[in-house]
C-alpha cells in the first residue's frame, strides 16, 4: 500500500487501537434539513474534539467547520437525489478528488445501493471513484445503504454488499449492525464501522449496538444521530469512545453518562 494511502487510514483507524470513532452528520445531502442538525456548527462543535474523523460533505465542510480544528475528514462524495424524488439509490458522483485533495481529505465517502433498480449504477459508481482515488493514495468508504427500505438490514444482504463492496476496492466499508455481524466481518476483506441508525429509544441501546459490535469485530463506528440527537452529545460521544478505544462495558460507558449528569432511568440496574 502506498505511503499517502496509508498515512490517510491511520489518521481514521487510530494507529494505537486500530479502530476508530467516526462522527456522521453527512445526512443533509439528502435529508436536507435534520433535527438537531439544523445549525451544524452550534451541532457539531462541541464535539469535534472526541472524534477521531469526521464524515460531512464539502458544504458544510466550508461552511460549518473551522480548518484549524477539524478531526481529519471523511468526505461524502455521492448524492444527487432526497426524500422527495423517487428513488434515493439513484445517486451520483457529487464531489471530484481534486475537490477532496483540496480539502485534505482523509478519505471519500460513496453509498452503494446493492438489491436496487440502481444497484449497478451505484457499484459502477464505487468501482470508478476507487481507481481514481488510489491514483492520489485517497481511501474510499463503501456506505451498504438501504435507502427507505430499513427491513433490508439482516446479515444475509449486510454480508452480501459488504463483500462486493470489498471486492469492488472498497478500503473501508460502513454498514449496519445485524445477527451473526462476526460472519459478516470474517468475510469481509477490509475494516467495517457501523452506523447508528435512526436515534434509538435509549442511550443504554446505542452503547450497546456498539459494544455488540466492538465485541463481533467491527473496527468502529461511524455514529450520527445516536450521537447529535441524544440529550448528552457530549458525554455521549465519550462514552462511545470508551466503548471503542478501552473496551469500556456498556455499564462503564454508562458511568460515563452518570457522571455528567446524563444519566437515564432504563440504565439503572442493568448489565452489560
Ligand atoms: C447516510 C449516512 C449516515 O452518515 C449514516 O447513516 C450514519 O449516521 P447515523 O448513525 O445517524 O445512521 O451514511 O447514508
Not at 3 to 18: C, E, F
Not at 147 to 155: Q, S, T, V, Y
Not at 175 to 189: D, L
Request: net charge positive; with cysteine; charged share 20%.
Amino acid at each position: 500500500m502506498d505511503w499517502g494511502m496509508k498515512n490517510r487510514l491511520a489518521r481514521i483507524l487510530q494507529p494505537a487501537s486500530g479502530r476508530t470513532v467516526m462522527l456522521a452528520a453527512d445526512h443533509g445531502y439528502f435529508m436536507g434539513v435534520v433535527p438537531k442538525l439544523e445549525v451544524p456548527r452550534a451541532t457539531l462543535a462541541p464535539l469535534l474534539s472526541h472524534a477521531d474523523a469526521l464524515m460531512i460533505t464539502r458544504g458544510v465542510a466550508r461552511t460549518s467547520v473551522d480548518p484549524e480544528t477539524s478531526p481529519p475528514l471523511v468526505l461524502r462524495v455521492s448524492g444527487g437525489v432526497s426524500f422527495m424524488g423517487k428513488d434515493l439509490a439513484n445517486e451520483g458522483i457529487t464531489t471530484t478528488i481534486k475537490e477532496a485533495l483540496r480539502l485534505n481529505a482523509a478519505a471519500v465517502a460513496i453509498s452503494i445501493f446493492v438489491g436496487s433498480d440502481y444497484e449497478r449504477e451505484s457499484l459502477l459508481n464505487l468501482s470508478q471513484l476507487v481507481s481514481e482515488a488510489e491514483e492520489y493514495g485517497m481511501p474510499v468508504l463503501a456506505v451498504t445503504a438501504v435507502g427507505r427500505e430499513l427491513e433490508k438490514r439482516r446479515n444475509r444482504y449486510i454480508s452480501l454488499a459488504c463483500r462486493i463492496a470489498a471486492e469492488l476496492g472498497a478500503h473501508l466499508v460502513k454498514t449496519y449492525y445485524c445477527e451473526r455481524f462476526e460472519k459478516v466481518v470474517e468475510s469481509c476483506p477490509v475494516p467495517i464501522v457501523i452506523a447508528g441508525g435512526p436515534k434509538m429509544d435509549t442511550l443504554r441501546d446505542a452503547l450497546l449496538l456498539a459494544k455488540d459490535a466492538m465485541q463481533r469485530g467491527a473496527r468502529g463506528v461511524d455514529m450520527g444521530r445516536n450521537i447529535w440527537q441524544s440529550q448528552a452529545p457530549v458525554p455521549m460521544i465519550q462514552a462511545i469512545r470508551a466503548v471503542v478505544h478501552h473496551n469500556a462495558s456498556v455499564a462503564e460507558a454508562a458511568g460515563i453518562l452518570d457522571g455528567a449528569g446524563a444519566r437515564q432511568p432504563e440504565l439503572a440496574g442493568k448489565k452489560t
